[in-house]
T-cell receptor
């Protein structure tokens, strides 16, 4: 079983739609969680951190359920510019210091006119 | 956010040659840098953790003699793909860990081995 699992999509949605992505992780020792965005042939860029209390940044809302080891991302009022691959990322602090990020395969979003 | 650069951005080489990729943190000192590889339609896979002044830590399945990592200063780590073969063609991305443990990614290097 992969450490971080995501539905690869693609999700094709019309502009203005609301779309939700889900992610599950297997390592209960994981300590922090993120959503990254990756455009085609580019490096990943941090979209937002994810907290158990839920957090919102404009049109984006992220949620973490530690008991279920489940992370979600909700995008409201989708824009064409939201088209990208969204990566679920889990961070673990290593014994002796340092940290390790584990990436999901990503969920592809295509927003259409 | 912090800036991490990679050079070259793209390289095409013949099978059997060695290719060196540089990763620099431009506005902070990074004691730890990470090297990832991403094949088409797959996730980023961590190859190794590069620690300044010491040997890199390689992930399981990554050949340390094939992927040589040097982290000689707090702002520079290099990855050398030795005797590259077509199956090594991939997108190689580095990241640098800030003093607050946040990772900043370089723009990546696309390697094509003919």
């Amino acid at each position: 079983r992969k450490e971080v699992e995501q539905d690869p999509g693609p999700f094709n949605v019309p502009e203005g739609a609301t779309v939700a992505f889900n992610c599950t992780y297997s390592n209960s020792a994981s300590q922090s969680f993120f959503w990254y965005r990756q455009d085609c042939r580019k490096e990943p860029k941090l979209l937002m951190s994810v907290y158990s209390s839920g957090n919102e940044d404009g049109r984006f809302t992220a949620q973490l359920n530690r008991a279920s080891q489940y992370i979600s991302l909700l995008i409201r009022d989708s824009k064409l510019s939201d088209s990208a691959t969204y990566l679920c990322v889990v961070n673990k602090i290593l014994t002796g210091g340092g940290n390790k990020l584990t990436f999901g395969t990503g969920t592809q979003l295509k927003v259409e006119l | 956010g912090a800036v991490v650069s990679q050079h070259p951005s793209r390289v095409i080489c013949k099978s059997g040659t060695s290719v060196k990729i540089e990763c620099r943190s431009l506005d902070f000192q990074a004691t730890t840098m990470f090297w990832y590889r991403q094949f088409p339609k797959q996730s980023l896979m961590l190859m190794a953790t590069s620690n300044e002044g010491s040997k890199a830590t390689y992930e399981q399945g990554v050949e340390k003699d094939k992927f040589l990592i040097n982290h000689a200063s707090l702002t520079l780590s290099t990855l050398t793909v030795t005797s590259a073969h077509p199956e090594d063609s991939s997108f190689y991305i580095c990241s640098a860990s800030s003093p607050f443990n946040e990772q900043f990614f370089g723009p990546g290097t696309r390697l094509t081995v003919l």
